[in-house]
Structures are given as C-alpha cells and as structure tokens.
C-alpha cells in the first residue's frame, strides 16, 4: 500500500458532476490499493464570486476577513466531494485547514506553512478513509483563518505529501502536462514527460502557469516526486524529480518561458555610492512588493541606473515608492514601463553547454527583437523585450533549440 | 456602557447592500456608547443553495459533511459584515463558531451548545471592537464543525448574550414584534409590546415563528431578555421578559398559535400492560424524531390506543417504525393522517381564571369544528384539528378572547 497525495483544481470540482467524477477517480485509486489524501480547490468561479461581494464593501477589504471569506470556497468542496466519495462507497472525512491543522504564519492573504500536524489524518488513513483537505488554507498561532494566496492548493498538497511521506504527489489540472512552450503560441510545442524541479521552478516562476511556484520549491526542498496530470485524459503527466536525465541525446533546453505580467521600473542617475540598491529595494519589500530581475549599470558620471521588475499590479504602488526614494537619494528620474515581456530559456543542460546565450542572443537579433534587460542563472537565461515581440521570440527560440524533437527519454 | 447582543437573519443580510445597512445599523449603537456583539445567519438563500448540491450528491448526505458545508453560509456573511462595518469606521472582527469557541455535543445538524469560551469575544470588546458571530454553528470536542439546526443563530445569540451577561439579546428579523397571532391569518391581529418567556415558548413552538424555541428556552433559563425587533423599520419590538403584566387589564391570553407542520399517528388495539407507552416511543426517540402531543385512551377491551403527533417530515419514517412495534407489541393497526392542524391559546392569564378551555371548546364547537386531540399545559390548550379548518379555528378564537382589543401595558 502506499500513499499518494491529489490536487483537483478549480476546474476538475467546477460542478456537482465533476465534483462526482474525481469522487470516481480517487475510488479508482483506492481500489488499485493505495491510500489516498486529497487537496482540492474552491469550486471554479467561487472564489472570484466572493472577492465581488468584498469589493462591492470596500476597496481594500481587510486581509483578515478576506481569508474568513475566501477560505469558505474550498470548504464548500471538501464536504462536497467527501459526500460524493461515501455515495459511492468509499469512507471519506474532510478537514479544513485549521482541522488539521495546517500552521501558518499570519500574513492574511500570502500566508506561508509552517508546519502540519498530521495525527488525525494518519489515524483516518489507517482507519481506510480517504482524507480530503481544504487547499490554499490554515490557521496561525492566534487560530486565525488565513489563505497562502492564489494557487497555494498545490502548496497544501506538495506540504502534506512531504509531511506524510508519500509515493508522490499527483497534482491534477486541466492541461496533461508541461510543455516545452505554450502550445497556443507554439504548435509544435511538445508535453516533457520528465523535468527536473530545478528547471520546473524557472519555468513555473516564468511564467508557464501549470503548477505554483512555491509548491514546487517545497517539492524540490523535501524531496517530493511531484507529477502534473490532467482530471479530464488518461495519461502519464510530466514527473517533476530530482533525477537528471541521463540519455545521451540529453536536451541542452528543456523549455521556453515567458511572462506577460511584469513591469520595469529604471531609476536614473543614481549617485553611485555603497548601500544604494539596499535603499532602493528596501522601502519596496517593505511593501510586500516583489521584484523579479534586477539590473544596475554603471554609467560614466560618477551616477548608475538602476531597473527592476514587477507584476503589473503592483507597478503604481512601487512608482510611488520610487519618487520618494529618488528624491531622497538624489537621482534624476524614474520611468514605469508596463509594455515589457520576458522569455527565458531554462535547461539543465546548461550547466554543460556553453553558447547558449549566444545562440539566444544571435536569434533574437536576426529576427530584430531588442533586448532590455538581461539576467542568468545556472540553468535559465531570460530577457525583457517589447511586450509585441513575445510570440515571435518564443517561436525562433523554440525553433532555435530544437525544441519540437521528440524526447529522448 | 452597557453590551447588547444583536442577531440578524437571513432577510436581513440577504445581500451586499443589506449587510451594509446592518453595518450602519450597529454602528449607530456604537455611537450611542453600546458595546455590540453581532450574530449573523448566511445571506438568505445561501443555506438552500449549498443543501441543494448535497442532495445532488446524496439522498441522505453525510450529517458530518453536511455541517462542514452549511457553516460556510455564515462565515460569509461574518467577513463581509466585518470589511463593512471596518469600511465605515468601526473596529470590526469575525469569528466562526469554532474561533470564539462554541463548545456543543457532536448531534451532528442538530446539535447543543454546552459552553462558550468568551474571552477572545471580552479583549476584542474591551479593545473597542463590534465582535462578529457566526451563527447556527459551533465545534464538537474533536473539533469537528457542527451546527445548530435551522434557526440555530437565534440559540447562538442568546448563549452569547448569557455568557457575555448582555443587557439585552435583539433579535432583528423581518417582521417588527410578536403578534398576538398571525396577521395574515387574522386582520386584527396586533403587536404585543410584552410577553413571558414561557408564553412565547409556547407561541413559537407552536408555530409562530418568529424566534426558534431552543433560542426562548435558553433565554428563559438564563434570564436573558429578548427583544423581536424589525430590521427594516423602527420601533420597539416585543419585550420578552420573566416579569408577567401587572396591570389590572392583564389579558387572559395573549395569543393564538398554530401549526400546519404535524402530522398524526395512531396505534390502535394495543394490550394495556404498563411500559407500553415507552416500547412504542422509544425507537421513534432513537432515530431522533421529535414527537410532539401523545394521547392515550383506555379502551374497552384490555386495549388502548396510543396517539401521537411528529413533524409531517418524518411521518413516514416514524410511521415505518410503528409498524414493526405494533406486530412486537400485537397492536390491531397502524394509522397515519397528515392532514391536521393544531391550534393553540396561549396565555399567563389562564392561571388564575377558569373556563378558559371551555370558552375554547364552546367556541370551536359553535363553528362545527371537530377536536381530534388535546393537550395542556399549565399556561395552554392545544387542539388537533381537520388542516381545512385552520383559519376559521383561529379567526373565532382570536375574537372570542378579545384579541384585537389595545394592548394595556
């Protein structure tokens, strides 16, 4: 017997008849003889429904109550599906965040896990019921509800497999699995069928929305097999995993990633003295803000410029943040530009492959795409260009590194 | 600075401008220097909605899901009632049963408080916050979700106000006090400004449902006093109170209840033998049917017949049950008969004035109507009558006792 975790997203429990379809699949399981812990999400649609109604009260509903609110969703989902699960047979009990208990801390909104209390599930596992938990959410030490942000059901799921030691963690969605690009921009695109969490971990936070950046994270810290599947096909997913592949015909780039959803803010003319970037950023963090690449030049006058980016939501917030920091560092200007893009290429392969970065810089130039802003790591190199050239710079890069070829694995 | 205790219901936070309303509503009794603890049931509609999945799952759905899935209607509405109440000035803060916490039995559905912990509610008071309850819901000693059975907030409410030695307990509701009957039955119906708890136990479980009856009991043991009010309209409501009127004008009775709820079982030819009333209760006590009047007649030949009355919901579940006692017990025949009513005169008055059940017997039989039970108590009599008489029966009787006359007090 061994254990597996499930996610359903929004998707999969969207209806009563979904709701009764996952019931079926995790029978499935069951009766395959595994033990099974399942993580769902609210019902697709409740939890904007609820954001409305707060929105309707205030503009900046307070974080506290939003979470007694939002936490409802997945609530609903849980009682629902551990109904649909005992109609068919199979024993099930629910549990709410603060049941289980899911420790968090207390940043309504954005909490993080940490800890879980696993006693009770043991005990109904053992007892052959099916666990269900309510995702996205916990508890802090004052038992205040609180969520872990949008998509944090992949969180709870990767959290709980780890604290219960299970064979994997299956984290059902409405795509088969992760692809080397966005097939909707790339045809050829082809799903991997294996990834490192490494290379998982740049494309999630790049932008190939599939599975939450922070569950990943977790998987890769504790070890977690982690496999994305689809609720609605037959099929074997992507397996995320430590193991690196070992074929010979080893792909040097698994992927190509991208994101819409950034801005760039450039300080000007920075007096160029220690400790500047620690001025900068700080009143940013300060405000829960934050930033993704960071680029700083030194220019010729004795001054430097100084570009970051962040999600487009938050771009207002940080420009106003900036004025005053210009101000009080003494630096020319500061421009927002929200028409911005970036793609990356990620692979493991990197490490032993040199060029890479030649060979993405040559495509884009060929095909005329201005490069802003450039920033590596190991095994990842990404750009910011002009937000129109995005689907053209993932094509001749997806293109370029081969990427519609078959899997050697 | 004295606390008030106020409970709104479904009608009255039936939607986001609703919710705003009751906002002003408690911030005005802020204003006025009360400390305010408010008891929210979900938007109106909300708890049918989330039954309505279940019984798309299930027939029977599991009661301990069941309690998971309805306690979110309320918690709801306590987030957004707090984002409101906070968006217009006021400290604000929610908790859902299990947070304050409410300690009940593990009667899953139907469930009892047995404690409330207030010192969360207390430190929130004194910090100058209005405390926001969710009603209808509380948490077993393995911290499993329960709830208190429909018009569960009033109980809520009240508790609340006992533990919190409130001043007063406000229930608002959708009608504006407690009419000496119901005025869409009786024109002249009319508002009472005072009644004893133990008259209005009697008015509300006997179908005038304005106040759910564990709510009055409780409130009655406790001392708690209640007020009806309206939400939508100003006025004082009706007091409910231990002191009785004192005035020389005291009424007889106070009010003419009835229900169309009930349904009638008979066990007739039943051996007399002492114990039988237990053999034939005790089954239907077991699967937690309710069983309201019992009758029991000796008859002629060593036999009785046992007669009794159950909500019409669980009539034939109850009806089941008899007919495996009455071939245990060698009864003659089982019969149902969910085609009744029953009308009530309630009143303090009654104590001290005879005649009352012969001006009640005298005037139903002016009007041709046949009793087919009765049953007493010190401060009522109630009848079983035809369902098709039900109008007629509480229009003469109203006007018999003198009903529409000005209320003395």
Redesign the interface.
């Known amino acids: 017997m061994t254990l597996i975790v499930q996610k359903y997203g929004g998707t999969s429990v969207g209806s009563?008849e979904h709701?009764?379809g996952v019931a079926r699949k995790v029978r499935g399981f069951r009766e395959k003889g595994h033990d099974v812990v399942v993580v769902v999400s609210a019902m697709s649609g409740e939890t904007n429904r609820?954001i409305g109604?707060?929105n309707?009260?205030?503009q900046r509903?307070?974080p506290?109550?939003?979470d007694?609110?939002i936490?409802?969703g997945e609530?609903?989902t849980?009682?629902?599906l551990?109904?649909?699960l005992?109609?068919i047979g199979c024993l099930a009990?629910?549990y709410?965040g603060?049941?289980v208990k899911i420790h968090t801390d207390s940043a309504h909104t954005k909490a993080r896990i940490e800890a879980i209390d696993s006693e009770n599930i043991c005990a109904d596992l053992k007892a052959g019921h099916v666990v269900i938990v309510a995702g996205f959410q916990g508890t802090d030490d004052q038992?205040?509800?609180t969520t872990l942000g949008r998509g944090g059901s992949d969180t709870t799921a990767v959290a709980l497999a780890a604290a219960l030691n299970a064979e994997e963690c299956q984290i059902y969605t409405d795509v088969d699995g992760v692809y080397t690009t966005d097939p909707r921009i790339v045809e050829s695109a082809r799903r991997l069928s294996k990834i490192t969490f490494e290379e998982m971990l740049e494309m999630a936070s790049l932008g190939s929305k599939v599975l939450q950046i922070r569950s990943v994270e977790f998987a890769g810290k504790y070890n977690v097999p982690l496999r994305v599947l689809s609720t609605f096909e037959e099929g074997p997913g992507t397996l995320i995993t430590t193991e690196e592949l070992e074929s010979m015909e080893q792909p040097v780039i698994s992927g190509i990633a991208f994101n819409r959803d950034e801005a760039k803010l450039t300080l000007l003319g920075v007096p160029d003295v220690p400790g500047v970037a620690a001025k900068i950023l700080a009143p940013v963090g300060e405000k829960n803000i934050e930033v993704d690449m960071i680029v700083q030049n030194v220019g010729a006058d004795q001054t430097t410029d100084f570009t970051f980016t962040v999600h487009r939501n938050d771009v207002d917030a940080a420009h106003e943040i900036l004025e005053v920091v210009a101000s009080q560092l003494g630096a020319r200007e500061v421009r927002k530009d929200a028409k911005i893009c970036k793609v990356s290429v990620v692979g493991v392969g990197m490490r032993s492959h040199a060029g890479v970065a030649s060979q993405m810089f040559e495509t884009l130039a060929t095909e005329g795409i201005n490069i802003q802003m450039i920033s590596t790591s190991e095994i990842k190199i990404s750009v910011v260009v002009d937000e129109k050239y995005l689907e053209l710079a993932v094509r001749a890069l997806h293109q370029t590194f081969d990427l519609a070829l078959e899997d050697a694995s």
Do not use: D, H, K
């Open positions: 009563v709701i009764q609820l109604m707060a309707e009260i205030s509903p307070v506290r109550e939003m007694v609110l936490s409802t609530q609903v849980i009682a629902l551990a109904m649909a005992t109609e009990r629910s709410t603060g049941q038992n205040n509800i």
